[in-house]
């Protein structure tokens, strides 16, 4: 199995560290890992805005990139989610079918595909609070969600509950959306960090000394709040936790 | 109606401005959510509720015709004067002609959200009606001039303060009153001898049943009660997408409407109505006002199905964060921002992109809407028809063709690191600067993932592809 890995652009721009032990995890986890230089994005910020149609160059770019591989994988969830659910601004073909049904997000390929349970090299002696973006809670549904009568489940926890010393945080809501949203972060600047700082605070409130992910994007808004406002919290992709980081 | 854009990121600013304000208005109705999740516990069927509702109600809106007709001759039958609006407009001349008949000068009124949707106190008050709000919520709004802030809670955005001083000024009280019981007391004070004296009630509805002829009034007040049964005259007004086939079906949608709303089994009176009282007169109105043309829309008919019970509203972290005012429109909150662009594109083309689209409010809605895929559709109808901001359509148009083509691309990435490193932090935190007016930007890195992977990598995977050769 070829994997085709997918770093977002403001993983590649801002968190090169998350690329990085995603590369290293999925190599640790004896994956055979390929990085197309010329990716650049998935289409998602102008398809999130409506312009949908601006989109198709981009989306055109990622497939000559990323359809010769088996299977795609990429450490945030929000741009499988429209990769699997929204990229339609170019035409369906065989090549696009392919890409749309074999991305996935890091955390369910390790767990749904590679059914890797154990992390021997993880030890990470912090209490975490969890968060699950939008995406993955409600659109790739990696766990369970609050606004449903189902059982608890939970992928990134049954994952992060292997690292040796991990706590976890409870705090009290747990699946509120934190106001990142793309683009609606500048459109909508003040309902979105008052999002963002309610967001922090309920994790900082329940002892939290890092917040940790599986999608960078929130994380980077989150961190914005926090450090303007001086809540004093951590912030830390889930592929670092499981790739060895102790701090 | 005025077609300029509702300014909703500022009234939304503006509300987070007073923390008292802000901070009950969030717990309130986020409290609201934590009981419907109760209610939601203590249901093993809830799921199969939700099915069932969503498919009765699509069921009956793909046989609307059939179901209207069916309700209108068994409700004659019953002795009910039945009525059609294809607009508002044309509801408002109707109330205006009924009343005229009777000689009638004041209508006392239940909640129904469908009245404020036809402007229908705009119209009758120039010619001499008075209309009177019955619901506590409703009347404070009324007495306020405000269009109502919830589907449910009319008066949510208001503290215990703010009406303490609107009826101060109107029922001349004592402004600093704290109890909100001392102030449903002044206000049933002031509404009972218009009440006693109304002389022709009126009522919205929540569901007509086709096969009865009948329909069903939800309130926690009661007051739907008074305003149907004090005067002779009961006129009902409502939306023909209320509509559901059996009286069985009520059995689903009573039982899911007032948990998901208020988190309370029931609500305190259900009305069944099923015809006029001796000697009395009942006349329903069934308003298409813009419904039939939102049946034809292939991504948003669904949002027909919606029975008002505010849950997704309550859900809704921006709506919590930003309040019904903001939305300037009858119908806020995720399904204002649905509905809402079907009576007026160009007014309401900024609610669709007033969320995050997140997907709480879709897992919420008892009848399993699809809102926020809706609220995405919108968004490309929008863009498509331009009635989104000039400049954001440049930016992602740019945005389009710099993402596809890779060099160039990484000239400007290196370029935003470059940027972050050395610009002035006033430059980059001035107020033009909507990311930097509330957060810090993201810290500048030496290098980006690609450059590492270059330097790191490269060498060593194109050997393998050499060596596999
Ligand atoms: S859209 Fe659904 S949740 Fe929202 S008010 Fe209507 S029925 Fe209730």
Sequence with gaps: ?247 | MSNKPVKHAQAAAEFLEDDPHRLFHDERLWDMRQKRDQQMHGMPEWQELRDRASRIKEHTLANLPTYLEQFEENARRNGIHVHWARDGAEHNRIVAEIMGKHDAKSLIKSKSMITDECEMREYLEPRGITVTETDLGERIQQLDHQLPSHVVVPAVQKLTGDVAKIFAKYYGTDPNIKDPHELAEAQREAARPVLLSGDTGMTGGNFIVAETGGFVVCTNEGNADLSSNLPNVHIATLGIERLVPRVEDLGVFVRLLSRSALGSPITQYTTHFRGPRKGGEMHVILVDNGRSDRLAMPQFWSSLKCIRCGACMNTCPVYRRSGGQSYGSVYSGPIGAIIDPTFNAKKFSTLPFASTMNGSCSNVCPVEINIHEQIYDWRRVLAEKHDIPFVKREIMKMAGRLLAQPRLYRVSIEGTEVALKTMPRFVLYNYLNPWGKHRELPHPVKETFNSWYRKNRLKTSTKKEHESA
């Design chain 1, 1 to 247: 199995m070829k994997i085709g890995l997918f770093i977002p652009c403001y993983i590649d721009a801002f968190y090169p560290k998350t690329g990085i032990a995603t590369l290293e995890l999925l190599e640790k986890l004896g994956q055979d890992v390929d990085y197309p230089m010329d990716q650049t994005c998935c289409g998602q910020p102008m398809a999130n805005s409506g312009c949908n149609k601006d989109a198709r160059e981009t989306e055109e770019l990622f497939v000559r990139n990323f359809s010769k591989y088996d299977v795609i994988v990429a450490p945030s969830g929000s741009c499988v989610h429209h990769i699997r659910d929204n990229f339609d601004a170019i035409e369906q073909t065989d090549a696009v079918k392919h890409i749309r049904q074999n991305t996935y997000e890091l955390v369910e390929f390790i767990h749904d595909i590679l059914k890797v349970r154990e992390f021997p090299w993880a030890e990470f002696p912090h209490k975490v609070g969890l968060h699950n973006s939008c995406g993955t809670l409600r659109a790739l549904r990696t766990a369970s969600m609050s606004e449903r009568n189902e059982p608890f489940f939970s992928k990134p926890m049954d994952l992060l509950s292997a690292v040796k010393g991990i706590e976890f945080a409870k705090p009290k809501r747990p699946d509120e959306c934190c106001g990142f949203g793309g683009t609606y972060s500048v459109t909508e600047e003040a309902v979105s960090a008052r999002m963002g700082l309610d967001k922090v605070t309920d994790h900082h409130n329940a002892g939290a000394e890092y917040i940790v992910s599986a999608d960078t994007s929130c994380m980077m808004h989150q961190q914005g709040c926090a450090e303007r406002n001086g809540v004093p919290i951590k912030f830390i992709h889930i592929a670092e936790i499981l790739n060895g980081a102790r701090a």
